[in-house]
Structures are given as structure tokens and as C-alpha cells.
């Protein structure tokens, strides 16, 4: 079955940097979409970007629009959030999705 494993997040401050991985299995990776989520504590989930299975990225959230960049590598079946200047909006759990199937999700936390 498909299954989405997020890791990468933590506790960063202002202006600092992460990256965030999803390694995916139970499916062919490299032939499908895939998206990054995020949910910010009492708020709805919102999307953060997607990106094609040949590695375009498109659909980015304008809040994070120039800040953050989504990736792949689909030898290591792997999706990848690379956050720069990260704010305290920022803070929220982080997903990828396939379809109808979601990760366990990674916090990002945001504070100095």
C-alpha cells in the first residue's frame, strides 16, 4: 500500500532554513504528482506547491512564493521542501500527498 514518510522538521528561528523529506512506497514514484501541505494549529490545511513527475514545480502558496522550493529525486523515490527565510507563519505541521494518501506529517516550528 502507499505509504509517505515525512522527516526534516524541528525548531529553527526566524530567517533560518530546513529541508523537509517525504519518502514515498507502494506505488511508482516517479510517474506521478506530488504535493506538499501544511496545517497551522487552528487552521484548514492549505497547499503549499506541486510538482510534476518529470520536476516542475508549480502551484506554490503565494506566502511562500520565493521562499521555499519543492524538489524530487526519483531514484531515492523521494520528495523534498527546501524552506529559506522561514517566519513564525511558517510554523505548522508539514504534509506530502499522493493522491488520496498523506504522510504522518513533520512539525515546523518557527520561533527565536
Known amino acids: 500500500q502507499v505509504q509517505l514518510v515525512e522527516s526534516g522538521g524541528g525548531l529553527v528561528q526566524p530567517g533560518g532554513s530546513l529541508r523537509l523529506s517525504c519518502v514515498a512506497s507502494g506505488f511508482t514514484f516517479a510517474i506521478y504528482e506530488m504535493s506538499w501541505y501544511r496545517q497551522a494549529p487552528g487552521k484548514e490545511r492549505e497547499i503549499v506547491g506541486i510538482i510534476n513527475s518529470a520536476g516542475v514545480p508549480r502551484n506554490y502558496a503565494d506566502s511562500v512564493k520565493g521562499r521555499f522550493a519543492i524538489s524530487r529525486d526519483n531514484a531515492k523515490r523521494t520528495l523534498y521542501l527546501q524552506m529559506n527565510s522561514l517566519r513564525p507563519e511558517d510554523t505548522a505541521v508539514y504534509y506530502c500527498?499522493?493522491?488520496?494518501?498523506w504522510g504522518q506529517g513533520t512539525q515546523v516550528t518557527v520561533s527565536s
Open positions: 500527498k499522493f493522491r488520496g494518501s
